[in-house]
């Protein structure tokens, strides 16, 4: 019975809720900056912790596999939170926090470690790339490669054709 109210409670399933909570906070940001009690409430460090705790307790679901689905809502409002002030609010903890510089790493191969959990990091196989903490390693070492071997010199070689592009202009 739960499964079926699972599709109900959340459709979206497949990640798109992340995507539209992203697209709704792009829409609704101008508005809210205006508003006097989210420019508190984005201030607030305590409203960082709440954030990062209720994110943990949503992300787990309260320890009940099912229960993620249900409450990945709270997960998602605390990702979009946590994207806002890191992009609004640069003087708080939490962005001095996310600007450690092993936190940065993590964040620009983001991408390519996404397409490599799925290689690494799975649960239900017994391999032995698939166990901890080798599984993490390889994980990062396989996102870190095409970080350093195509996107880095990629935005180089952008970076210096966009220059000598405005070096060209009157």
Same mark, same amino acid.
């Given at each position: 019975?739960?499964?079926?109210?699972?599709?109900?409670?959340? *459709?979206?399933?497949?990640?798109?809720?992340?995507?539209?909570?992203?697209?709704?906070?792009?829409?609704?940001?101008?508005?809210?900056?205006?508003?006097?009690?989210?420019?508190?409430?984005?201030?607030?460090? /305590?409203?960082?912790?709440?954030?990062?705790?209720?994110?943990?307790?949503?992300?787990?679901?309260?320890?009940?596999? /099912?229960?993620?689905?249900?409450?990945?809502?709270?997960?998602?409002?605390?990702?979009?939170?946590?994207?806002?002030?890191?992009?609004?609010?640069?003087?708080?903890?939490?962005?001095?926090?996310?600007?450690?510089?092993?936190?940065?790493?993590?964040?620009?191969?983001?991408?390519?470690?996404?397409?490599?959990?799925?290689?690494?990091?799975?649960?239900?196989?017994?391999?032995?790339?698939?166990?901890? *903490?080798?599984?993490?390693?390889?994980?990062? =070492? =396989?996102?870190?490669?095409?970080?350093?071997?195509?996107?880095? *010199?990629?935005?180089?070689?952008?970076?210096?054709?966009?220059?000598?592009? /405005?070096?060209?202009?009157?």
């Amino acid at each position: 019975m739960l499964p079926s109210l699972v599709i109900v409670v959340n *459709p979206f399933l497949w990640y798109a809720d992340w995507l539209g909570a992203g697209v709704l906070l792009a829409l609704l940001r101008p508005r809210l900056q205006g508003a006097q009690w989210y420019r508190r409430l984005r201030a607030s460090d /305590r409203w960082l912790v709440l954030t990062v705790v209720g994110g943990i307790v949503a992300w787990t679901g309260l320890g009940h596999w /099912r229960l993620r689905e249900i409450t990945s809502i709270g997960t998602i409002a605390a990702v979009a939170r946590l994207i806002d002030m890191a992009a609004t609010a640069r003087s708080s903890l939490g962005v001095r926090l996310l600007s450690l510089p092993p936190l940065v790493g993590i964040g620009r191969i983001s991408c390519s470690r996404y397409l490599w959990q799925e290689v690494f990091l799975n649960r239900h196989d017994t391999r032995v790339w698939t166990s901890f *903490p080798l599984n993490l390693q390889l994980t990062f =070492a =396989a996102a870190a490669a095409p970080y350093y071997a195509v996107e880095r *010199p990629v935005l180089t070689w952008r970076d210096r054709t966009t220059s000598a592009k /405005r070096e060209l202009r009157p």
